[in-house]
């Protein structure tokens, strides 16, 4: 189990021996329980864990980093702090000590601490939930180009949170995101094409973010890929493509993917047909709560054996979701 308490003065913390990428997994971890991992592979937050885990090497860089951040207002080892009080590895979690931490970041200009007290405000996290403020320091993030914090803008002004609701902007900050290599922020944007919400309908550029962030593994973007290659919408028409991405998202649990794989199984759309597989991934998708799932797999039982349908439920319990699966395609 991971130790780094002795940032903020725990007696404990990991050894001056220990190797550089042993903490920066701990403090790769500290990010992800906060809830603001990246969508894409390169990502600030993991710049700022391995900003962190350089600080932390020896008994003297923890010093230092406990001495900046106490005494002469240094952001980075703030930051630090408060990530550590925020996920409890070492100290006692502290949620209102994490946000007075990213607070004092914040207010430097540290465009993480701003962002992370931004998502501590979202959803009243060691602070009361207040739209306008999570917006408000999002906005302040996003102005210093990180993507995380541009996602977040975007669905601020889609959704109206703390802000007037504006499609318009929404999409400036998307594209901003996208254009990092953010697979959230490219899907949201293949979403904004796709329904003409903030830019003119573009079913081929719709497509082509989808793309983007379905080869970083996105399960939406590859849902929505792997219907449109099964329609020719806004691609040409290719079943086994469609099979392919509908695949991908739905090893991911994606339900409306399992229903597409479903159906392309079912009716030999890509794959060879087969009952069984059809009928295990109509299951999987009812039991993710599907509608369509559950009609399709009454429909498909009509026409199987026993043995077939003993032999796709067993399928389907065995069954186990994959993590982010890429693609080269």
Same mark, same amino acid.
């Given at each position: ?32 329980? *906060? ?24 008994? #003297? ?57 931004? #998502? ?73 094409? #796709? ?16 793309? *983007? ?59 060879? #047909? ?56």
């Amino acid at each position: 189990m991971c130790n780094i308490g002795i940032i903020t003065g725990g007696r404990t913390g990991p050894a001056a021996n220990d190797p550089p990428g042993q903490v920066m997994k701990c403090l790769s971890v500290a990010i992800a329980v *906060l809830g603001v991992a990246s969508s894409s592979a390169a990502s600030p937050l993991n710049d700022a864990a391995r900003n962190c885990a350089n600080r932390t090497l020896t008994p #003297e860089s923890v010093a230092e980093v406990r001495r900046k951040a106490a005494e002469i207002e240094d952001a980075k080892a703030q930051f630090c702090v408060g990530l550590l009080y925020g996920t409890g590895l070492g100290v006692p979690k502290d949620d209102s000590k994490a946000a007075a931490w990213f607070l004092r970041a914040a207010k430097q200009g540290y465009a993480l601490a701003q962002m992370m007290l931004g #998502e501590a405000y979202k959803i009243g996290k060691g602070v009361p939930q207040n739209d306008a403020k999570a917006t408000a320091w999002f906005n302040r993030a996003a102005e210093q180009g990180y993507a995380e914090a541009q996602e977040r803008l975007g669905d601020a002004y889609r959704w109206g949170r703390g802000v007037a609701q504006d499609d318009s902007i929404a999409v400036v900050w998307y594209q901003r995101a996208a254009e990092q290599g953010s697979a959230r922020a490219q899907t949201a944007l293949g979403l904004a094409y #796709e329904k003409g919400r903030g830019l003119p309908r573009d079913n081929a550029k719709a497509a082509a973010w989808f793309a *983007l962030a379905a080869k970083q593994g996105f399960a939406l973007a590859q849902m929505k890929l792997g219907h449109w290659y099964s329609e020719g919408r806004g691609v040409p028409r290719n079943y086994k493509l469609s099979v392919l991405w509908y695949k991908l998202a739905a090893n991911q649990g994606n339900a409306l993917a399992q229903v597409g794989l479903g159906l392309a199984y079912h009716r030999g759309r890509g794959v060879p #047909e087969d009952f069984v597989l059809a009928h295990m991934w109509y299951n999987l998708a009812a039991a993710n709560g599907s509608v369509s799932g559950r009609k399709l797999l009454r429909l498909v039982e009509q026409i199987m054996s026993q043995a077939q349908l003993q032999e796709a439920q067993r399928m389907a319990r065995e069954w186990k979701p994959r993590k982010r699966t890429v693609s080269n395609r």
